[in-house]
């Protein structure tokens, strides 16, 4: 039997910043992900639904959300729904009549439910005013396959607060899988000999805090292409003769012909992280647990993913130069990172230290690529590097501080960054006049 383990939507929860028609697009479609959800598992033949908390934003969802939620459950008759509500949701449901293949959890004692012979999910709700849950009552079947469904924070050690679940207490208990809720990042591990444990992490990320990081640093790359034409490339050999280009030709010599390979250094950005490659590495989803073979499976179904490129500029000369390497870098992003597409939401965080002015920098970056995203912002981090040797010959404090440190510090990084801090402060008191 398949089952689905899904948690923190959040319905009726506001979307990062976005102008008022796109922001009623993405509120529906963060509802209509539950109707897809829904037909994925008819599709698949799962039998179970598990909701760990956080299905909907608010304590009191808006009657109409909540009225097609229970619509759209009590049509999936051959599914059942296991709904157990998190610290966002608390109350949701209570007194209302409810579809009959929709369950919910109990917060005073655990609720056992046997799906099928022999194969049981139970759970309990957070509880007000104790600290951590008491797992007293949870007694398990040894012969059973045992799913727990818990919303909180999963810890090591003695609870403070009142979601947190002592992973050690867990133990030795018969659990096969925890289901859990709360954290928005995906996350797994093991809770003993016999059981895994599992947060689904968020369907859908709403803002730049659940976002994908790509880190990117510019350095010197060397790339050399073949060049093919003969005559073409005597032709472009000797337009570069002279000139003060870094390109070279290269004549290389085989035993049957001779090619001819141009070399040439650029500054590109390159990613630094290589987190995730695929689609499906991609962290906002749901958990297929299979009770057969005990494994789980992530599978990836939000329907926009929210990445944050970071662009350390750090070793660019200029505007121009910074708008140029972004150019390649989006460019080449397409080609390499086939999971960016045009319907995510994307920022470009700039960083790092330059030595020139960066006050259209963003704005251009926007112009370029403004339009290809469903949203687009730029992030400027960018912190003004100081030219230590612009002052060395001033009469002037500045001057005489920059002199001295020359002089008196010889270990070059220390020096670098007492140059960068003093300057900074005699900035800011130069602003302040
Ligand atoms: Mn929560």
Do not use: W
Not at 170 to 185: M, S, V
Not at 299 to 318: E, H, Q
């Amino acid at each position: 039997m398949k089952i689905i383990h899904v948690a923190d939507f959040h319905l009726g929860a506001s979307p990062i910043k976005l102008e008022a028609d796109k922001k009623r697009e993405r509120k529906k479609e963060i509802i209509d992900n539950f109707y897809r959800l829904i037909m994925y598992a008819k599709e698949h033949g799962i039998k179970a639904v598990i909701i760990a908390g956080d299905f909907f934003d608010v304590k009191e969802p808006r009657i109409k959300i909540a009225q097609r939620i229970k619509e759209e459950i009590e049509e999936a008759k051959d599914i059942s729904f296991f709904y157990l509500r998190g610290n966002h949701d608390e109350g949701v449901f209570d007194n209302e009549a409810l579809p009959e293949n929709l369950h919910l959890f109990s917060k005073d004692v655990f609720s056992f439910f046997e799906i099928e012979a022999g194969v049981c999910i139970c759970g309990k709700e957070i509880t007000e005013n104790s600290a951590g849950y008491d797992f007293d009552g949870l007694r398990l079947d040894p012969l059973k396959i045992n799913i727990v469904v818990l919303h909180g924070n999963l810890i090591k050690g003695v609870p403070v607060l009142k979601d947190d679940i002592n992973i050690k207490n867990l133990e030795n208990k018969n659990i096969d899988y925890l289901a859990l809720g709360h954290i928005h990042k995906r996350s797994e591990g093991v809770i003993d000999e016999r059981g895994s444990y599992a947060y689904s992490g968020c369907i859908e990320g709403r803002g730049f805090d659940e976002a994908e990081e790509i880190v990117y640093r510019l350095k010197n790359v060397t790339s050399s292409e073949k060049v093919k034409d003969k005559e073409n490339s005597f032709y472009e050999a000797g337009k570069s003769e002279g000139s003060s280009s870094k390109e070279t030709l290269k004549r290389e010599s085989t035993a049957s012909e001779e090619t001819l390979k141009r070399e040439s250094t650029a500054s590109k950005l390159v990613r630094i992280n290589e987190s995730f490659e695929s689609d499906k590495e991609y962290y906002k989803g749901f958990y297929v647990y299979d009770t057969e073979s005990k494994q789980k499976e992530f599978v990836s179904f939000c329907k926009r993913r929210i990445f944050n490129l970071r662009i350390d500029l750090t070793g660019s000369k200029s505007e121009n130069e910074a708008l140029s390497v972004i150019k390649d870098m989006v460019a080449d992003a397409k080609e390499k990172m086939p999971c960016i597409s045009a319907i995510d939401i994307v920022r470009v965080t700039l960083e790092g230290k330059v030595d020139y002015n960066f006050t259209t920098l963003s704005d251009r970056v926007v112009n370029l690529f403004g339009d290809r995203f469903f949203y687009f912002e730029v992030k400027v981090k960018l912190s003004k590097f100081y030219n230590a040797s612009d002052y060395l010959e001033d009469k002037s404090f500045i001057g005489e501080f920059i002199r001295t440190v020359m002089e008196s510090i010889d270990n070059e990084e220390q020096r670098a960054l007492i140059i960068e801090t003093g300057l900074k402060v005699f900035k800011r008191k130069e602003g302040k006049r």
